[in-house]
């Protein structure tokens, strides 16, 4: 089925013309949020693996891998099914697959991507066990990477002794193999004072390099050390602890990562790329306008909205129900049917109640991308 946007693509001017609630990548800057990330990780001599849970695009997928990226990282396997796919190497699943659904579709995935084209993590014994029996089936060993909880245990190991005794459980399992370490800090990504959050980063930097001293020692030293985020993306590559980055909001940004990149002396290194239009659909109200953007539009986990375009800045967002926004303008109050932009809150889940991306060049639609992995467990 056609989007309805689809006959705007190539037309000067579409932009003022979409069909909305529309979400909108600013193609320049999303082509230089990726190279910025690129430059960083081969100036500072790390990898980047960036997450694709942030935009679940094969079409962004392929152009940070063209940029240098060595694969991706995805939380579900159903990600991870749509990136082996579309043909994306070395793609990490950084959540564990424990039931037996979800073990026996990581091995139709490992059959499918081939050695070293997909790795998962592990954090409990029986889990390992599990996978090692499953993996005897497929024709290399499964490429496997014990998980610490890095003092957040969302998921991971939650000492040092447990995180090297899976280790050693990897390292004798007949059908696994043992590439590594992950450690990622959600915590620490958007702590807003970089002071606080350069002290917390190189505190989990040391435990970690304890934990890669004292798994070397017992005989299962990790060849990949990955974790970091776009909160901490330019702290953690120091000492070369972190092999890999895992970075992944930093393709578009959002409200919350801008206040926390920003130092108070300069702003983030990335720009706005991902932003929301929507259309004023009343103006009947007293002090305000209503959008048709409401909480089926944008994440509710984070900050409101934030006025890129179409009123002042410093205009104010609420939510204003399923489908609707409530904007208080400042200054020339806006018309009926004016377009009104807007920064999202938080990226990664608001793409997710998205079926496609706009891509915009200025005032063009180029193209419109599927938001391939939307959805997908």
């Not at 600013?26 to 790390?46: G, Q």
């Not at 991706?72 to 749509?82: F, Q, S």
């Not at 990490?92 to 579709?105: G, M, Q």
Request: charged residues 20%.
């Amino acid at each position: 089925m056609s989007h309805p946007n689809e006959f705007l693509i190539g037309v000067p001017g579409g932009r003022a013309l979409l069909d909305t609630p529309a979400l909108l990548i600013e193609r320049p800057a999303l082509l230089r949020n990726i190279a910025r990330m690129a430059e960083l990780a081969t100036t500072r001599k790390i990898g980047l693996r960036p997450h694709s849970k942030t935009h679940k695009s094969v079409e962004i997928a392929r152009l940070q891998i063209a940029a240098g990226a060595q694969g991706v990282c995805c939380v579900t396997l159903g990600e991870a099914e749509i990136m082996v796919g579309a043909g994306i190497p070395g793609v990490l699943i950084t959540s564990p697959a424990v039931t037996p659904s979800k073990i026996a579709r990581l091995m139709v995935l490992a059959a499918q991507a081939g050695p070293g084209g997909v790795m998962v993590v592990v954090d409990h014994p029986r889990n390992i066990a599990e996978l090692d029996l499953a993996a005897a089936a497929l024709d290399h060993p499964l490429d496997v990477l014990v998980d610490y909880g890095a003092g957040y245990n969302r998921t991971g190991a939650a000492s040092h002794a447990e995180l090297l005794g899976l280790a050693l459980l990897v390292g004798d399992a007949p059908n696994l193999r043992l590439r590594g370490l992950q450690s990622y800090a959600g915590n620490l990504q958007h702590i807003p004072e970089r002071a606080r959050r350069v002290a917390a980063a190189a505190e989990l930097r040391q435990t970690i390099a304890h934990l890669v001293e004292a798994a070397h020692g017992q005989g299962t030293p990790f060849e990949i050390v990955t974790g970091a985020g776009t909160g901490t993306h330019d702290l953690d590559p120091d000492g070369h602890i972190f092999t890999e980055l895992q970075a992944g909001s930093y393709v578009f940004m959002d409200v919350d990562y801008r206040n926390a990149l920003a130092d108070g002396l300069n702003g983030s290194p990335f720009e706005m790329a991902l932003l929301v239009q929507t259309a004023v659909v009343s103006v009947n109200g007293p002090g305000w306008v209503t959008t048709d953007g409401g909480i089926k539009c944008f994440a509710t986990d984070g900050p409101l909205p934030e006025v890129a375009s179409g009123a002042d800045p410093a205009s104010r967002y609420q939510l204003f129900g399923d489908e609707h926004g409530k904007l208080f303008p400042i200054g020339p109050r806006p018309t009926l049917g004016a377009r009104i932009e807007l920064v999202t809150p938080h990226c990664d889940p608001t793409v997710n109640l998205h079926d496609v991306f706009h891509v915009m060049e200025g005032d063009m639609l180029v193209a419109i991308w599927p938001v391939d992995g939307r959805g997908k467990k």
